[in-house]
């Protein structure tokens, strides 16, 4: 299943067009409660908490909270003397800290080896000269104790990346700080001898309540009953959301008042399907959740049980339907998904959080082990879509006004040819091994696609001068997420051998709406007439000069918009694993005649608002329990916890 409802936008809205693409109404605050129990007379009033829905299902149980380790330390002057043996404190706890982050590492199970290369980015930041130089100076010159040392240097490194969490729209960055944040308190946890695996150690089945919980703290819980997860921060992209989704535990993510209202031991419900985090629930809403809970996993069980049933139409079209991963050890989800192959793997995930690029090797065994996971099935390999929202240290780029619009993705790749042809070198060595197509990110121009042609021959024949086997033949793709390349794709159609429609960014650059904004994510929909139209327009191309089409952007992963982009002409979807059985089931549902009776209706309208009104009123009653996350027949009105108000920018 996947998770639909998310927060309010204004208020802890999505921090991206893939959040926005799932955003739902807002949620009156405190919760009316309808039938007053004696847990109401023993409790205060209930109270609802909104946030993101980080992983779906719904638990009920006791909180524990993760205190914020920054406001529990003395902060203390040293004197002269004391200097030296403060350094080596600091060394000490590195030390440690690296040693606690290993050992973690190695706990872990498959599903989460996904965590391993971010652990290991974070033994690098532990290393950071920066950091040390600074935590140095603190101590030296300004006599501060080890642990107020370490804590201000952490401000400091991570003010660099921008504005804290309420005021910056960049989920990329936010998550950028919060990593350093995490290194940093891994770093004081070990000062304060605080030890990682006490400090998450669970007695008995509860909560855990804090304020961002890092792979390392989640990964620690493996083997603890953890029943569900709270965070203040973060969003659906957040670690914390995607060590949950493995885990397959529910979790409300960015609850801002998470810390302020929650005490250990208060009774929760965290109900991932709608956002909502309830505090002293009414014994009736508790009764309702754990309902709500069985009757979720019940219905998840179901669609994932069909999983490997064709993905066809009701009148047997088939749809496939793949994956998009960011981290290896998804490929693996992706398969268990009944996912066709990988539609979009985002190579840029491996150039992140580190210090140093990666080299052709190190790409070619992660490429290699994803094209073996999924074999025989297809992988699409994107070459490296940095610049943007997308971060990373090693690429050294400039500051620019709109970074969005500026040297980003396939412009990146053919300033820097060479870091470029390494990844195309990596990326060809792993076509030894299976189905791999390279698909090329933001492309706008004729121009730069024969470059990245050019540039992808030159490295066939580096690898065949260096004696490695390759396909001779990769298919060489684009995505089409700038409308120039939307509108120009019969042209593009003589060099792209096929097209996925990113409309993450192409919403972003039709509609000139950043992709990052809350305040604007309302806005950004595509459901909006012009963005059909485009999508349309790109079907139309693709079956006029047989060039497959895939959509990748978030709104595949909807079973309204599934359905629409079916009727739209498209017969390839690709989505996060998760949301697979469900779009199947979606899309088993209608005949393809049906789909285009509704793409007809949509492409009539003038507003993105009008668009969802008719998938509302000709899809809500079929797909109930799609949109509900529960079977139609068990489902019933959650009378004790507020309901979600239909919010006419939600998919
Ligand atoms: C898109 O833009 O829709 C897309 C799939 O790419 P990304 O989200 O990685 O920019
Ligand atoms: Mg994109």
Redesign the pocket.
Known sequence: MSERRTSSPEVHGPASS?DATRSSGSIPLPVPSSSPSSLDLAAQASVALKGIAGSPGVAVGPALVLGDLRASFVRRHVHTAQIQGELDRVKQAVTLAKRTLREVSQRLPIAMREASPILEAYELMMADPALHDRVEQKIKEEKKGAEWAVSEASEEIVALFGPSEGESKDAYILERRHDIEFACDRVLRALVGEDTHHAVRLDEPMIVVARDLSPADTAAMVREPALGFVTAVGTRTAHTSIMARALEIPAVVGVADALASIRTGDMLIVDGLTGQVIVHPTEQAIREARQRSEQHLAFARRLLSARHQPCVTADGVPVALKA?VELPAEAILAVDHGAQGIG?Y?TEFLYIDRTTQPGEDEQYEVYRAIVEAVSPQPVTLRTF?IGGDKFASTFQLPAEMNPALGLRAVRLALKQPDVFLTQLRAMVRASAHGDVRIMI?MVASMHEMREVRRLLSQACEQVRARGHAFEEHIPLGM?I?VPAAAVMADVFAREAEFFSI?????VQYALAIDRGSQELAPLASPFDPSILRLVKFVADVGAKFSRPVSL??AMASDPLAAVLLVGLGLRELSMEAAAIPEIKEAIRRLTVGEAERIAELALVEDSADRVQAVLARELSVRFGDLLAGIAEDESHPRSSYPPIPSDPHAV
């Open positions: 893939e998009n979009l985002r879509d990110p995505m997420e990113g409309t993450n960014d192409l990748c952007g």
